[in-house]
């Protein structure tokens, strides 16, 4: 059971709290985390040119809550040894942290292939980029708007 | 106790193409979250899973923190011949689970 002074000081400290999260938070949150999608799309694909088409991402346009949504990735490619997928990576504009996950397969997979669940922290355009065997980059990029983010607590844009 | 459940078709005819489905209990702690007193709960997440045919790699995912809790991770592979599906994920803290399926091929 609390007691009233208890529940005083607990609000009181949360209060705090919340001011001093939000002094730390920093004001240019939208042009730092653009910088490192591009950072992190110019790690993998280096000076390539990265073209659109050939990789087909699917996500839900309207998401309820951003801790977990289905995400789909599928490569037109007749993975054979000579022609086949060799990376898929998945990037975000506005998570904390831009990478999701990066996948290496191979003629083996038979398709080029990937189902899986996100976080999302916004409303954002997410991006599919394959490598191919050939070192081309092809991409695609969805729009997603997500009404409950995942890390509120990281304070939205 | 963690646990890693994967669906793998019993049997498939050779050259096929079967789907293979994986999910893993973890947490994935993003390491972006924070306690109500405002500390920062460490990042503990999966950070790799392998799957390999008959000791063959077939595929492999770095996983982020981006990735949901309990991560389910679904892709394909050519049925090449009778034998087993490993699959391994590690992370942090020292995180470690496998978890193997047999295919018959005819």
Known sequence: MTTRREFLVLAATSLALSEAARAQLDPNLAANRKAAFQEALRRIVGDTQVRRGRVKLQLPPLIDNGNSVPLSVAVESPMTEADHVRAIHVLTEKNPLPDVASVRLGPRAGRATLSTRVRLADTQSVTAIAQMSDGSFWSDSAEVVVTLSACLEEGLI | ?106
């Open chain 2, 1 to 106: 106790m963690a646990r890693a459940i994967v669906n793998v078709p019993a049997r498939a005819k050779r050259g096929e193409i079967v789907e293979v489905k994986t999910l893993a209990q973890h947490p994935m702690e993003t390491g972006f979250r924070r306690t109500q007193t405002g500390e920062l709960i460490p990042r503990d997440i999966i950070r790799r899973f392998t799957c390999t045919y008959n000791g063959t790699e077939v595929y492999r995912v770095d996983l982020h923190p981006a990735m949901s809790a309990n991560p389910l991770i679904a892709f394909s592979t050519i049925a090449t011949e009778t034998g087993t599906l490993a699959f391994q994920w590690t992370g942090d803290n020292g995180y470690s689970m496998t978890e193997t399926a047999s295919i018959s091929v005819e």
